[in-house]
């Protein structure tokens, strides 16, 4: 099945009084970028994260967001009192030589010392086990929602480049009609150009020239080619799962063959209807670099 590269994915779980959320988003890149932002606490843990998101992304640029909430009535607050104390002597210290002798300033005071660093604390300590198998079943539920959002996104991918493809397809059949009569028109053109210098010639040795001429002009090969190129594109689509470089190689050989025949179409008509085939290719070029 194809995957988009694009995708999201968000799952939370709870251990004890703690809310862990893990969210993972991910645009499209030619090769794997991840990044893990995480709490210090579940730094042990970076690792094996890292992964089991590598193996299910294999591609990507990833953003990987792990937050964790714990309840605020649930939280044991240490105040470190001697430091506190240390702080506010200093401060008010300073504070006493301003106009007011720094009579205004203990609330003013009470605010920067608790903001200062290490004052209050609360409970750290190890994560326990327990707190562990959730953070990591949260990951893999998260990266359930992720791939399901990005089949998803691959389904309607898919359903863009195959009607693409049939476009192509169309306007390839389209052209049998002007390839018929343009045969008849570069011979006509030919003779005209010749009968206008006045020079005699001989019939039979124009004939066999045109008739090289003409050889060289000849789509037959193309034509086939970017049919089975179009035939090929629709299989890999259909039967692979991680199959967007290849279909990238695919639409590349479409684009060789599309231009041989703009270069052999000595005809208007052929050349408008390449023009309207390669500006399809270069949709599905655009769309290619989405999948997986």
């Not at 080619?225 to 050989?253: P, T």
């Amino acid at each position: 099945m194809i995957k988009s590269m694009t995708g999201y994915g968000k799952a939370a779980g709870t251990s004890d009084n703690k809310k862990i959320t893990v969210e993972i988003r991910s645009l499209n890149s030619k090769q794997l970028d991840m990044s893990v932002r995480t709490p210090q606490a579940y730094r042990p843990f970076e690792y094996e994260i890292r992964s089991r998101i590598g193996k299910a992304v294999q591609r990507g640029k990833v953003d990987v967001y792990i937050n964790v909430e714990t309840e605020t009535a649930a939280i044991p607050v240490h105040i470190n009192r001697e430091l506190f104390m240390a702080y506010y002597e200093v401060l008010r210290e300073v504070g006493s030589g301003m106009a007011d002798g720094g009579r205004g300033m203990d609330p003013a005071l009470m605010t920067a010392i608790l903001k200062m660093p290490e004052v209050i604390s609360g409970e750290s300590g190890e994560v326990s086990d327990a707190e562990r198998e959730v953070l990591l079943r949260t990951v893999d539920e998260a990266l359930a929602a992720f791939d399901a959002f990005r089949l998803q996104e691959g389904r309607t991918l898919i359903d863009d480049l195959l009607a693409r493809i049939g476009k192509i397809e169309a306007y390839r059949k389209s052209i049998e009609p002007y390839e018929a009569r343009r045969v008849g028109i570069i011979k006509e053109r030919i003779r005209e150009n010749i009968a206008s210098v006045g020079i005699p010639v001989d019939e039979n040795r124009l004939e066999q020239e045109m008739i090289f001429y003409v050889e060289k002009l000849d789509i037959t090969e193309e034509k086939v080619r970017l049919d089975n190129h179009c035939r090929y594109f629709r299989q890999v689509a259909a039967d692979e799962e991680h199959a967007g470089r290849k279909l990238g190689f695919i639409a590349q050989e479409m684009g060789r063959e599309i231009n041989t025949l703009g270069s052999k179409a000595n005809d208007s008509d052929i050349q408008k209807t390449v023009v309207m085939m390669k500006d399809e290719l270069e949709k599905i070029k655009e769309q290619v670099l989405n999948i997986l």
